[in-house]
């Protein structure tokens, strides 16, 4: 006895009539009742004392989660916090190295070659770590080197890379290192002690809205006024208390909230006791988890889809039957994949008719030849290649 595509379809029809959302997205979160009701507050100037007060009790709260000695809060996305990064690097001397093994290593890429830095790369198959044998030689075979910048959580594939091994490396060889944690700080224990430049955000892993953007620094900036934009200069946030341009009270009273409320020693185990179960559970359907678990995140695990599936389609079905899963980018639906999150508030329970689903599409997914796609809602149609991120 074996499950046909179509007592399958019968069967997903029926979980349609669940009326649960489950925000499995790595962003935007769900986010609490009193981060709500912070965000809803009447706005306050962002020269007056008590935004200045919530500003400066906010940093502090952000420097004892991760260990770092400053950090700014900026009004924007984790990319302005990798632009402000790459500026602070156009200061300075020597050459760098970037490691890439995903798209956000490869966005780091971006973000150098747009501010003309002098850099190197190393670059690996999606999916797999960086091993201490590949960063030593690399470090070695290259010449004049002063920095690395690095991923901390490669949110494309769910690979979390060695925090301790690149601090540990960057320390023997004198290289002041950079880290994008903006999918890492607040899903996982960081420790920022020994990074010189790291970039977060509000609305991912610190369970927050978005648009704010953070960036750790273990230095003193200076301005640099006839080198950086404005907006983009580290010095002069540094130099005006953090405030040199107009801010969100709004945005910040609610991050200010969260920091403040979380157990996140709670949270951390929480959200690795969900992903080692739910990573069991997708292996024992037969699913193909792109990150290894000796390196895996716990808030993002990312599903290579059978050719025979189209993620595009599977993931509006799941939509409809509310359970929002990440596969519009077009770095995903590119490789025919899609991820399950868990940065938003999710339960074991919640995600049982979930596994149901996608273990119906793999059964179906057998069932089939290869050149005869599964589809979750219909006639065959071409996935889009050219979705934006």
Known sequence: MYLTLETFEARSRALLARVRTSNLLPGPITVSDEARAANAAQPVSHRGESFAETLQLTRRHLCRLTGARSVE?????????????????????????????????DRLVDHATRFRLPFDVVRLDWGRPFDEETLRGAIGAARGLTWLWAVHSETSTGVLNDLALLERICG??????????????????????????????????????????????????????????????????????GVPFTHSSNLLGALKVVVEQVDW???????????????????????????????ASPAAITLALPRVL???????????????????????????WMQICALSPVSRHDLEGLLAMLHGYLQASHREPDNHPVHADGPAVRARRDASC
């Open 73 to 105: 809060v900026l009004v924007g996305s984790g990319s302005l916090a990798n632009d402000v990064i790459a500026g602070q690097l156009s200061l300075e001397v020597g050459r760098g190295l970037i490691l890439s093994n995903g798209e956000f290593g």
């Open 172 to 241: 023997k060889a004198g290289l002041k290192l950079c880290v994008d944690c903006i999918s890492s700080i607040g899903t996982v224990p960081v420790d920022l002690s020994r990074v010189y430049l790291a970039s977060c955000v509000s609305g991912k892993g610190l369970a927050a809205f978005p648009g704010l953007a953070m960036v750790f620094y273990s230095h003193v900036p200076v301005p640099a006024p006839a080198r950086l934009p404005r907006y983009l200069d580290l010095g002069l946030y540094a130099a005006h208390s």
């Open 265 to 295: 020693n709670a949270r951390f185990d929480d959200l690795a006791g969900l992903s080692a179960w739910l990573r069991t559970r997708l292996r024992k359907m037969g699913a193909r988890i792109v990150a290894p678990d000796c390196c």
């Open 310 to 336: 189209q993620s595009e389609s599977i993931g509006r079905e799941l939509d409809r039957a509310g359970y929002l899963l990440h596969y519009r980018s077009a770095y995903l639906l590119a490789r025919n």
